[in-house]
């Protein structure tokens, strides 16, 4: 922020003229400038799941060994953890653009390092710094997302948003097929290229979001009011010429004391205090979700291959139809996140997810299931959980005030990272790997059970934040009360 900037106390109608905007090519742009890069994530964390093997070969040009790969994936999520509470607290002290675009070139440039790398050293450093550009991009992208999109669309919105990561987990498994065919490309060469696309495609995506505004809610609250205005005037003007029609009044206004920054202190104490119940919510699902996924999915082509005798060059395809399952959920259930309501889809999906694996789990153990009766239960737990954790991104975003909400997405973020990329495989590769019926068992009651009590979390603490004003459903910190009018 400038140095010139003054601070004051304001009155805005900022956030209710933002609200009641109709959908328009604004909205698109947003939505492509800023949502697509969770396809990024799905195709980054797919692809070198599908090109590990690869890597251990000598002729791949680097031939780390399987504890390399694995050295690997945790300096990835040490970043992403890292870099989701590094990038967060900028994102909300210098703004949401800054960091949207920043984090952007720092996943782009890191992802072209990856493809040049040559040493095991230097393929751990740039898959830390891919990993911290992804981290950083949660926290700047979610709270920009939530603070332009429409208070009555921005559950599905959200949803599909988050949901598209596993387009890009589909597009690696199957395009993991092609760039590992030696007959195609050389061994060497194949895994580079694969690393390369992500690069091309976050460049794409770069210069689309250059045209993505700051967002004004973050703008007014920093001493920059005209800014805000100014940006809020010229979408209206557009989407007025867009429908040929005038736009509805907006909502009432709110009075705001302006502040250039929020110390961790109250951060925490807004968290931990102001809203301790909000923060337990906030746990619950983060951690739910994060091991229901990893209790299946981190071993699930060798659960093919132990049990159903899937060979593994047929694996990338289950996976591909995995992944589907995965994005129909947010795609199919999204709206009814704007039209039921919050709390009851969030824990409907949460515990319907963990039940359906129950089912799916006792069936396994009486051997009554076939190939496809157990894709077919392990689709639809998917279906459900997929919806449930992209949901858990939408609530941590929509629950705590604006000053906070990057970093409150980042916390969040980098504790369910942290639990399923590093307790999650270490706890489920022991089961998963053993091929005994009863250690796989036990690994999916472990995460039908937190999605369950996740579930029963959010039925008592979720927050009824359907097709209200971020504002109205957390009051920002900086907001001026009125005082009571005087006795007559």
Known sequence: MSANVELSTIETKVPGRLDRLPWSRFHWMVVIGLGTVWILDGLEVTIVGS????????????????????????????????????????????????????????????????????????????????????????????????????????????LII????????????????????????????????????GAVLGL???????????????????????????????????????TNEPLDEPGD???????????????????????????????????GQAFIYNAVTFDLGSILSEFFNISSGKVPLYIA????????????????????????????????????????TVLFVGGSLGLWGFMALLLGTFFLASAGASSAYLTVSEIFPMETRALAIAFFYAIGT???????????????????????VTAFVIGASLMVA????AAIYGVNAERRSLEDIATPLSVVTPEPAAAA
């Open 204 to 242: 794409a995506i770069l210069i689309v979001r250059r045209h993505v505004p700051e967002s004004p809610r973050w703008l007014f609250i920093h001493g920059r009011e005209q800014e805000a205005e100014q940006i809020v005037d010229s979408i209206e003007r557009d989407v007025e010429e867009e």
């Open 51 to 158: 090109i590990a093997s690869r890597l251990t070969e000598k002729g791949s040009g680097l031939a780390l060994s399987t504890s390399e790969i694995g050295t690997a994936a945790a300096f990835y999520v040490g970043g992403a953890c890292l870099g989701a509470l590094f990038f967060g607290q900028l994102t909300d002290r210098f703004g949401r653009k800054k960091l949207f675009l920043l984090t952007l070139l720092v996943y782009i440039v890191a992802t072209v390092a990856t493809a040049f790398s040559t040493s095991a050293l230097f393929f751990f450093i740039a898959r830390f710094f891919t990993g911290s550009g992804i981290g950083g991009e949660y926290a700047a992208i979610n709270s920009a997302i939530d603070e332009l999109i429409p208070a009555r669309v921005r559950g599905r919105v959200d």
């Open 418 to 440: 942290a639990v399923g990329g590093i307790t999650g495989p270490l706890l489920f590769a022991k089961l998963t790997s053993t091929g005994k019926v009863s250690d796989t």
């Open 321 to 360: 139809l995995f992944a589907v399952s995965n994005f129909l959920g947010p795609l199919l259930l999204g709206r009814l996140f704007d039209t039921v309501g919050r709390k009851p889809m969030v824990a409907s999906t949460y515990i319907g997810s963990g039940v359906v694996l129950i089912v799916l």
């Open 253 to 287: 206004a709110i009075t705001v004391r302006q502040r250039k920054t929020i110390s961790f202190r109250e951060v925490a104490r807004t968290a931990f205090k102001v809203y301790p119940q909000r923060t337990i919510l906030g746990f619950a699902l983060f951690i």
């Open 162 to 197: 988050n949901g598209s990561y596993w387009l890009g987990a589909a597009a690696g498994a199957l395009g993991s097929l092609l760039l590992l065919d030696t007959g195609i490309f050389a061994a060497d060469v194949g895994w580079r290229i694969a690393f390369g696309i």
């Open 454 to 457: 996740a579930g029963i979390v």
